[in-house]
């Protein structure tokens, strides 16, 4: 099916009309209100979760779930009928919000179709975005929400730094390894320091590597059967009760690899603001890679601070895992972060995140390390 793209509305003449001439603010609150889903509800709550996650990876602060629900107190949440008028009265009297995003979100076969409604009402009049696409494939998802946060908030995605192995390994480190369990050899049913594997889309395997020990994901599971699967283990089920995977076939935008990824946490470690650390993982696995969009695994630095008395992500940056060799070797790659000091909420602590997705297939990963890299010497008094 063909895809079509066009943002055909706004009261301003460009994204940065009547922004520009003012600073922006150190804050800007954005709601996202529920998008409806006429056919599948899990669908528009999958589309707000991410563009929620995404929009805070721009530095907005999201308004939760939770809260817009409390906040609206009963009142009917914004449709494609509701006035862009409307809405911005509304985000600036009960949230004290500048942006705010809502819409209707409906399955098209194995192609999502969305209607997309914001308003900003940090420029005099408001301006109002409407973005309408026919036939988006699930892994254009991201992209496609990048480019509707950067129309409305004038923030642009930034690329993340490039890994550099030759130049980052080189970069001296102290004190010892802070990923309980790196190379997955210690544990029982499931690696000691890590998330519980599943069973059917995570597994603890031995004999992939030369130094024992690794977890393997499987993203070409139907998503209907992990969906099922997880509310059983979340309820305390093992993966040694895990299904049978059932066998797909067709263009699998329906599998876990097309709809959302699997992802594995580890336990929480400690850091500090304004510290630097050298993250390091093996993996193999295959990527999508020189095209418009590009699918490859990551390993996501999330950092919580505590927020409205409970522990949530404020800081979120990823190490890109492309896949130059497509699953024939282990590959290995480096990346330097530093825990921001400039932020409302302090990082307490991170969980790294091993993330794979499109295309549906096995991917490994190994040796997880994070060290604290080492201060550069002070030069003595002259």
């Not at 690696?191 to 020990?213: H, N, S």
């Not at 999330?302 to 409970?310: F, L, S, T």
């Amino acid at each position: 099916m063909r895809t079509f793209f066009a943002i055909v509305a706004a009261l301003a003449a460009t994204p940065a009309a009547g922004v520009a001439a003012t600073a922006e603010p150190q804050e800007v609150v954005l709601v996202v209100f529920p998008f409806t889903s006429p056919d599948d509800a899990e669908a528009g709550r999958q589309f707000g979760d991410h563009l929620r996650l995404r929009a805070k990876r721009l530095s907005l602060v999201v308004v939760d779930p939770l809260s817009v629900k409390e906040a609206m107190g009963g009142r009917s949440m914004p449709t494609l009928e509701t006035s862009a008028d409307a809405v911005g009265e509304l985000i600036t009297e009960r949230f004290g919000a500048q942006l705010a995003l809502w819409g209707e979100v409906e399955r098209a076969g194995s192609d999502l179709k969305i209607e997309v409604r914001g308003v900003d009402v940090r420029s005099d009049p408001l301006r109002f975005i409407v973005e309408h696409r026919q036939a988006l494939t699930p892994q254009n998802v991201g992209a496609v929400q990048d480019r509707i946060l950067e129309k409305l908030s004038g923030r642009a995605k930034k690329k993340p730094p490039e890994a550099t192995p030759e130049a980052d390994a080189k970069v001296p480190t102290v004190g010892e390894n802070l990923v309980a369990n790196a190379g997955f050899e210690a544990g029982d049913k499931s690696p000691d320091g890590w998330q519980r594997i599943d069973g059917l889309t995570t597994f603890w395997v031995a004999g992939e590597r030369p130094t024992g020990k690794c977890v393997r994901f499987d993203t070409n599971v139907y998503h209907s059967q992990w969906k099922a699967w997880q509310e059983k283990y979340k309820a305390g089920a093992t993966a040694d009760e895990a299904p049978a995977k059932v066998p797909t076939s067709g263009p699998k935008y329906d599998t876990v690899a097309g709809l959302y990824g699997v992802a594995y946490f580890s336990d929480p470690i400690a850091v500090r603001p304004g510290t630097s650390y050298k993250v390091e993982v093996d993996y193999r696995g295959k990527s999508v890679l020189g095209g418009a969009v590009e699918f490859f695994p990551k390993l996501f630095i999330r950092g919580y601070g505590e927020v409205a008395g409970e522990k949530r992500v404020v800081y979120d940056a990823y190490l890109a895992l492309r896949c130059k060799t497509q699953a024939k070797e282990w590959e290995h790659n480096v990346r330097i972060i530093t825990i921001p000091t400039d932020m409302r909420t302090p990082v307490e602590f991170v969980r790294l995140m091993l993330y794979a997705y499109w295309p549906p297939d096995l991917y490994w990963f190994d040796n997880v390390t994070m060290k604290e890299v080492a201060a550069p010497a002070s030069k003595g008094k002259e």
